[in-house]
Nanobody, 127 residues
Framework: QVQLVESGGRLVQAGGSLRLSCAAS????????MGWFRQAPGKEREFVAA????????SYADFVKGRFTLSRDNAKNTVVLQMNSLKPADTAVYYC????????????????????WGQGTQVTVSS
């Protein structure tokens, strides 16, 4: 099993940047596909970004391409979502998730593919 703890969410002005981190427990972190999802009030949870176990492959939702960058450090059991040019529409609770089933561009965006979830961190972007 793996436990995930997100951090870095806060209130930021539009156009600003945030760096979300997800710290994972367990010795097998490097085998997990890691993803970020978000859920805004009254909306369904949606895919943001995912990264393969090696970091060699990434996938992004269209609405964050060019603004968000996902990276991982397997030695530190950490994934980092760098978010730039933030918009009020990016306001949501952001969740880190781990998938133990291997990388696939088709499954990476699917909520159902992920086995473990963190508790989330709130990001609020003011206009």
């Amino acid at each position: 099993q793996v436990q995930l703890v997100e951090s870095g969410g806060r209130l930021v002005q539009a156009g600003g940047s945030l760096r979300l981190s997800c710290a994972a427990s367990g010795r097998t972190f490097s085998r997990y596909v890691m993803g970020w999802f978000r859920q805004a009030p009254g909306k369904e949870r949606e895919f943001v970004a995912a990264i393969s176990w090696s970091g060699g492959a990434t996938s992004y939702a269209d609405f964050v391409k060019g603004r968000f960058t996902l990276s991982r450090d397997n030695a530190k059991n950490t994934v980092v979502l760098q978010m730039n040019s933030l918009k009020p529409a990016d306001t949501a609770v952001y969740y880190c998730a781990a998938d133990d089933n291997g990388w696939s561009f088709s499954t990476a965006p699917r909520i159902s593919a992920y086995d473990y979830w963190g508790q989330g961190t709130q990001v609020t972007v003011s206009s």
